[in-house]
């Protein structure tokens, strides 16, 4: 075997091989290259799918929402604990005294 020295390199395997569709190297996200089962792609399909921007952000405004109005009940909540109201009694007597639930 002779090796020529000729002013055109040969090719090596790795200059023949396709380089990665977008500039910094990175593959497309999700499983589109994975062999899975129907099943699978049926209950798992934001592992297939491109994310959607505007759903997201409609169910983040949506979730933020239900966050927000849980803490505004639990605080309403414990701000009408603590409630005076006046009791009369049958004598016609006035008393002030806490609301209680059924439960205390």
């Not at 396709?18 to 589109?32: A, D, I, L, N, V």
């Amino acid at each position: 075997m002779a090796t020529e020295k000729s002013g055109d390199p040969k090719p090596t395997a790795s200059e023949g091989q396709k380089k990665p569709s977008s500039p910094t190297g990175y593959r497309s996200p999700g499983f589109q290259h994975v062999q899975t089962t129907n099943l699978f792609r049926v209950v798992n399909p934001e592992l297939f799918l491109k994310p959607n921007k505007i759903v997201m952000g409609f169910g983040l405004v949506t979730i933020t929402g239900c966050i927000a109005y849980i803490a505004y009940m639990n605080a309403s909540k414990e701000n009408q604990r603590d409630q005076l109201y006046v009791n009369v009694s049958s004598d016609g007597t006035e008393t002030v005294q806490r609301r209680r639930s059924k439960w205390d």
